[in-house]
């Protein structure tokens, strides 16, 4: 049983299941995006330690994203734990311009607020 967001077939935002629309909802889910980011920053490790890396998550819903994220091709098992794929690492990176407008949007609005 599929329980990720799959291509093709309905998600939230979009009733035809966009990969891309896919995509977002899965990693839009509780907690799905830090894990990967931790497993691609930080490189690979147990459950234990990927717990630590992200702080507040509880060991359900970690295990829940693990499930998620290795359905998804994005994440697997490998010799030193859990690791990000090569699809996975792609996906992350290519959200590194968007981290950098991210931060620029912060630094205007925080520009904003320091004026009134």
Not at 21 to 38: E, I, N, T
Request: glycine fraction near 10%; hydrophobic fraction near 35%.
């Amino acid at each position: 049983m599929t329980h990720f967001s799959y291509p093709g077939k309905p998600v939230r935002g979009s009733e035809s299941g966009n990969p891309i629309m896919a995509l977002f909802d899965l990693l839009g889910r509780r907690w799905a995006m830090g894990v990967l980011w931790q497993l691609c920053s930080g490189g690979p490790c147990t459950f234990r330690e990927l717990q630590g890396r992200c702080e507040s998550i509880s060991p359900a819903v970690l295990n829940s994203r693990i499930k998620d994220l290795r359905q998804a091709k994005l994440l697997e098992r490998g010799e030193y734990g859990y690791q990000a794929t090569d699809l996975g690492k792609q996906i992350i990176s290519s959200l590194y311009p968007l981290k950098n407008l991210a931060e620029q949007w912060a630094c205007e609005l925080q520009e904003i607020e320091q004026e009134k």
